[in-house]
């Protein structure tokens, strides 16, 4: 009995393309017919790439690391520190420009309050152009040691107080 091309390209998808796998009466078709011979290396292509996939993943690991995740302390207040520093940033110069009626800084300049704004942006302009001035000279004149003992001292006055705070915190309610 002849095979067919569909019954052996059938035989040939269920053993991966391995020709002397396939049952005795698809081999001679395979012998004859060019198109199922490139099928067959085809399968067995793919066979070998699926034989080097990955191995599937350890359900158990998986489970252990989203658990390890999950049970970390939240600070809900820290998310929040970014956007409560934006809103002072915007209060600040809400008040500054006179953008809260009756508190802003314009009103003390009675006499060009309309350009108030502007002169303060000159002004704050100016001084950032001094810091950033003073900042270079005291780049070239300082030397590196004391630059990074400066920096490493801010440091650890940043961690201090934080660990002050968490103590304080943790210790009883100021009465």
Do not use: N
């Not at 396939?22 to 078709?29: D, Q, Y």
């Not at 953008?99 to 704050?124: D, E, K, N, S, T």
């Amino acid at each position: 009995m002849q095979a067919t091309c569909e019954t052996v390209r059938e035989e040939l998808v269920r053993w991966g393309g391995r020709v002397e796998d396939l049952p005795p009466a698809c081999r001679p078709h395979l012998e004859e017919c060019a198109e199922c011979r490139e099928i067959a290396a085809v399968e067995r292509r793919l066979h070998r790439l699926l034989s080097q996939a990955p191995p599937e993943p350890d359900r158990e690991l998986q489970k252990s690391i989203v658990s390890s995740i999950g049970s970390r302390p939240r600070r809900p207040l820290l998310a929040w520190l970014p956007v409560a520093a934006a809103l002072l940033i915007g209060a600040v110069g809400a008040i500054i420009v006179g953008g809260v009626p009756g508190i802003g800084l314009a009103r003390l300049f009675p006499g060009w309050a309309g350009q108030a704004p502007v002169a303060i942006m000159r002004a704050v302009a100016d001084w950032s152009v001094a810091l950033v001035v003073v900042a270079k000279a005291a780049a070239a004149s300082v030397p590196f040691a004391v630059r990074l003992a400066a920096v490493a001292a801010a440091v650890g006055g940043a961690v201090m107080v934080g660990l002050f705070a968490r103590r304080a915190r943790r210790s009883a309610g100021w009465r």
